[in-house]
């Protein structure tokens, strides 16, 4: 592969991940949950979510070219559903704000499976984006793609209190809103996609 075919394919697959999982949208709540924690805690707290984002993103990545199969489901379908999904999600979370305070709860005393893991990390958005990244670039790519963006998102979470300090929270506020913009142009470019390959289909 020519290395700026390599280049665009790797961006192809890491960015609507990123924006899908929003980790800088999510960084004032794990900072929350995470302030008045030891390390030791804090990170054993970390590995659960990420175990449980990494355990049922890999279970859709795998399992979602079968699951369309025994649905009858075929690919420019879930392009224009999963379009769809990652538009209503976005448009939520650029509209009424607040979308990761509204999947989880401050009070929860075991927060690393639930909601970090998910639904904050592995929620809808990114799940739909892992079905539809595996059907366009295949599994090595979206599992890697995946993998990368879950450590990127370990880092930034064991740094959440510096990086609410640094931008404050509604530098961070904006941040995720310009990801959730992103969110919004790809799931219409996926809609597009999905809708031209209806109407005009590959010749046998």
């Known amino acids: 592969m020519d290395p700026l075919d390599l280049v665009r ?6 960015v609507p991940v990123f924006v899908a999982m929003d980790p800088v949208g999510a960084l004032p709540l794990v900072a929350a949950w995470t302030g008045a924690l030891k390390p030791v805690e804090r990170d054993r707290q970390l590995r659960d979510a990420l175990l449980t984002a990494l355990t049922l993103g890999l279970l859709f990545l795998l399992g979602g ?9 075929g690919v420019q379908d879930f392009l224009i559903a999963g379009g769809l ?20 709860s401050l009070a929860h005393p075991d927060f690393g499976a639930v909601p970090i893991g998910t639904p904050i ?12 990244l595996v059907e366009q670039y295949g599994p090595f790519w979206t599992a890697a793609s995946l993998l990368l963006n879950l450590v990127l998102a370990w880092r930034l979470f064991r ?4 990086a609410t300090q640094l931008l404050g929270r509604n530098g961070l506020r904006a941040a995720s809103k310009v990801a959730s913009l992103l969110l919004a142009a790809i799931a219409v470019k996926l809609i597009r996609e999905g ?10």
Do not use: Q
Request: aromatic share 2%; proline share 5%; no cysteine.
């Open 9 to 14: 394919t790797a961006l192809a697959v890491l």
């Open 65 to 73: 070219k079968w699951l369309l199969g025994v649905l009858g489901v």
């Open 85 to 104: 999904v990652l538009l209503v999600l976005a448009i939520s979370d650029l509209v009424a704000g607040g979308g990761h305070e509204a999947r989880g």
């Open 121 to 132: 990390l592995a929620g809808p958005a990114t799940l739909a984006t892992l079905l539809i």
């Open 159 to 162: 740094r959440a209190g510096d």
């Open 195 to 204: 809708v031209i390959a209806i109407l005009h289909p590959p010749l046998a």
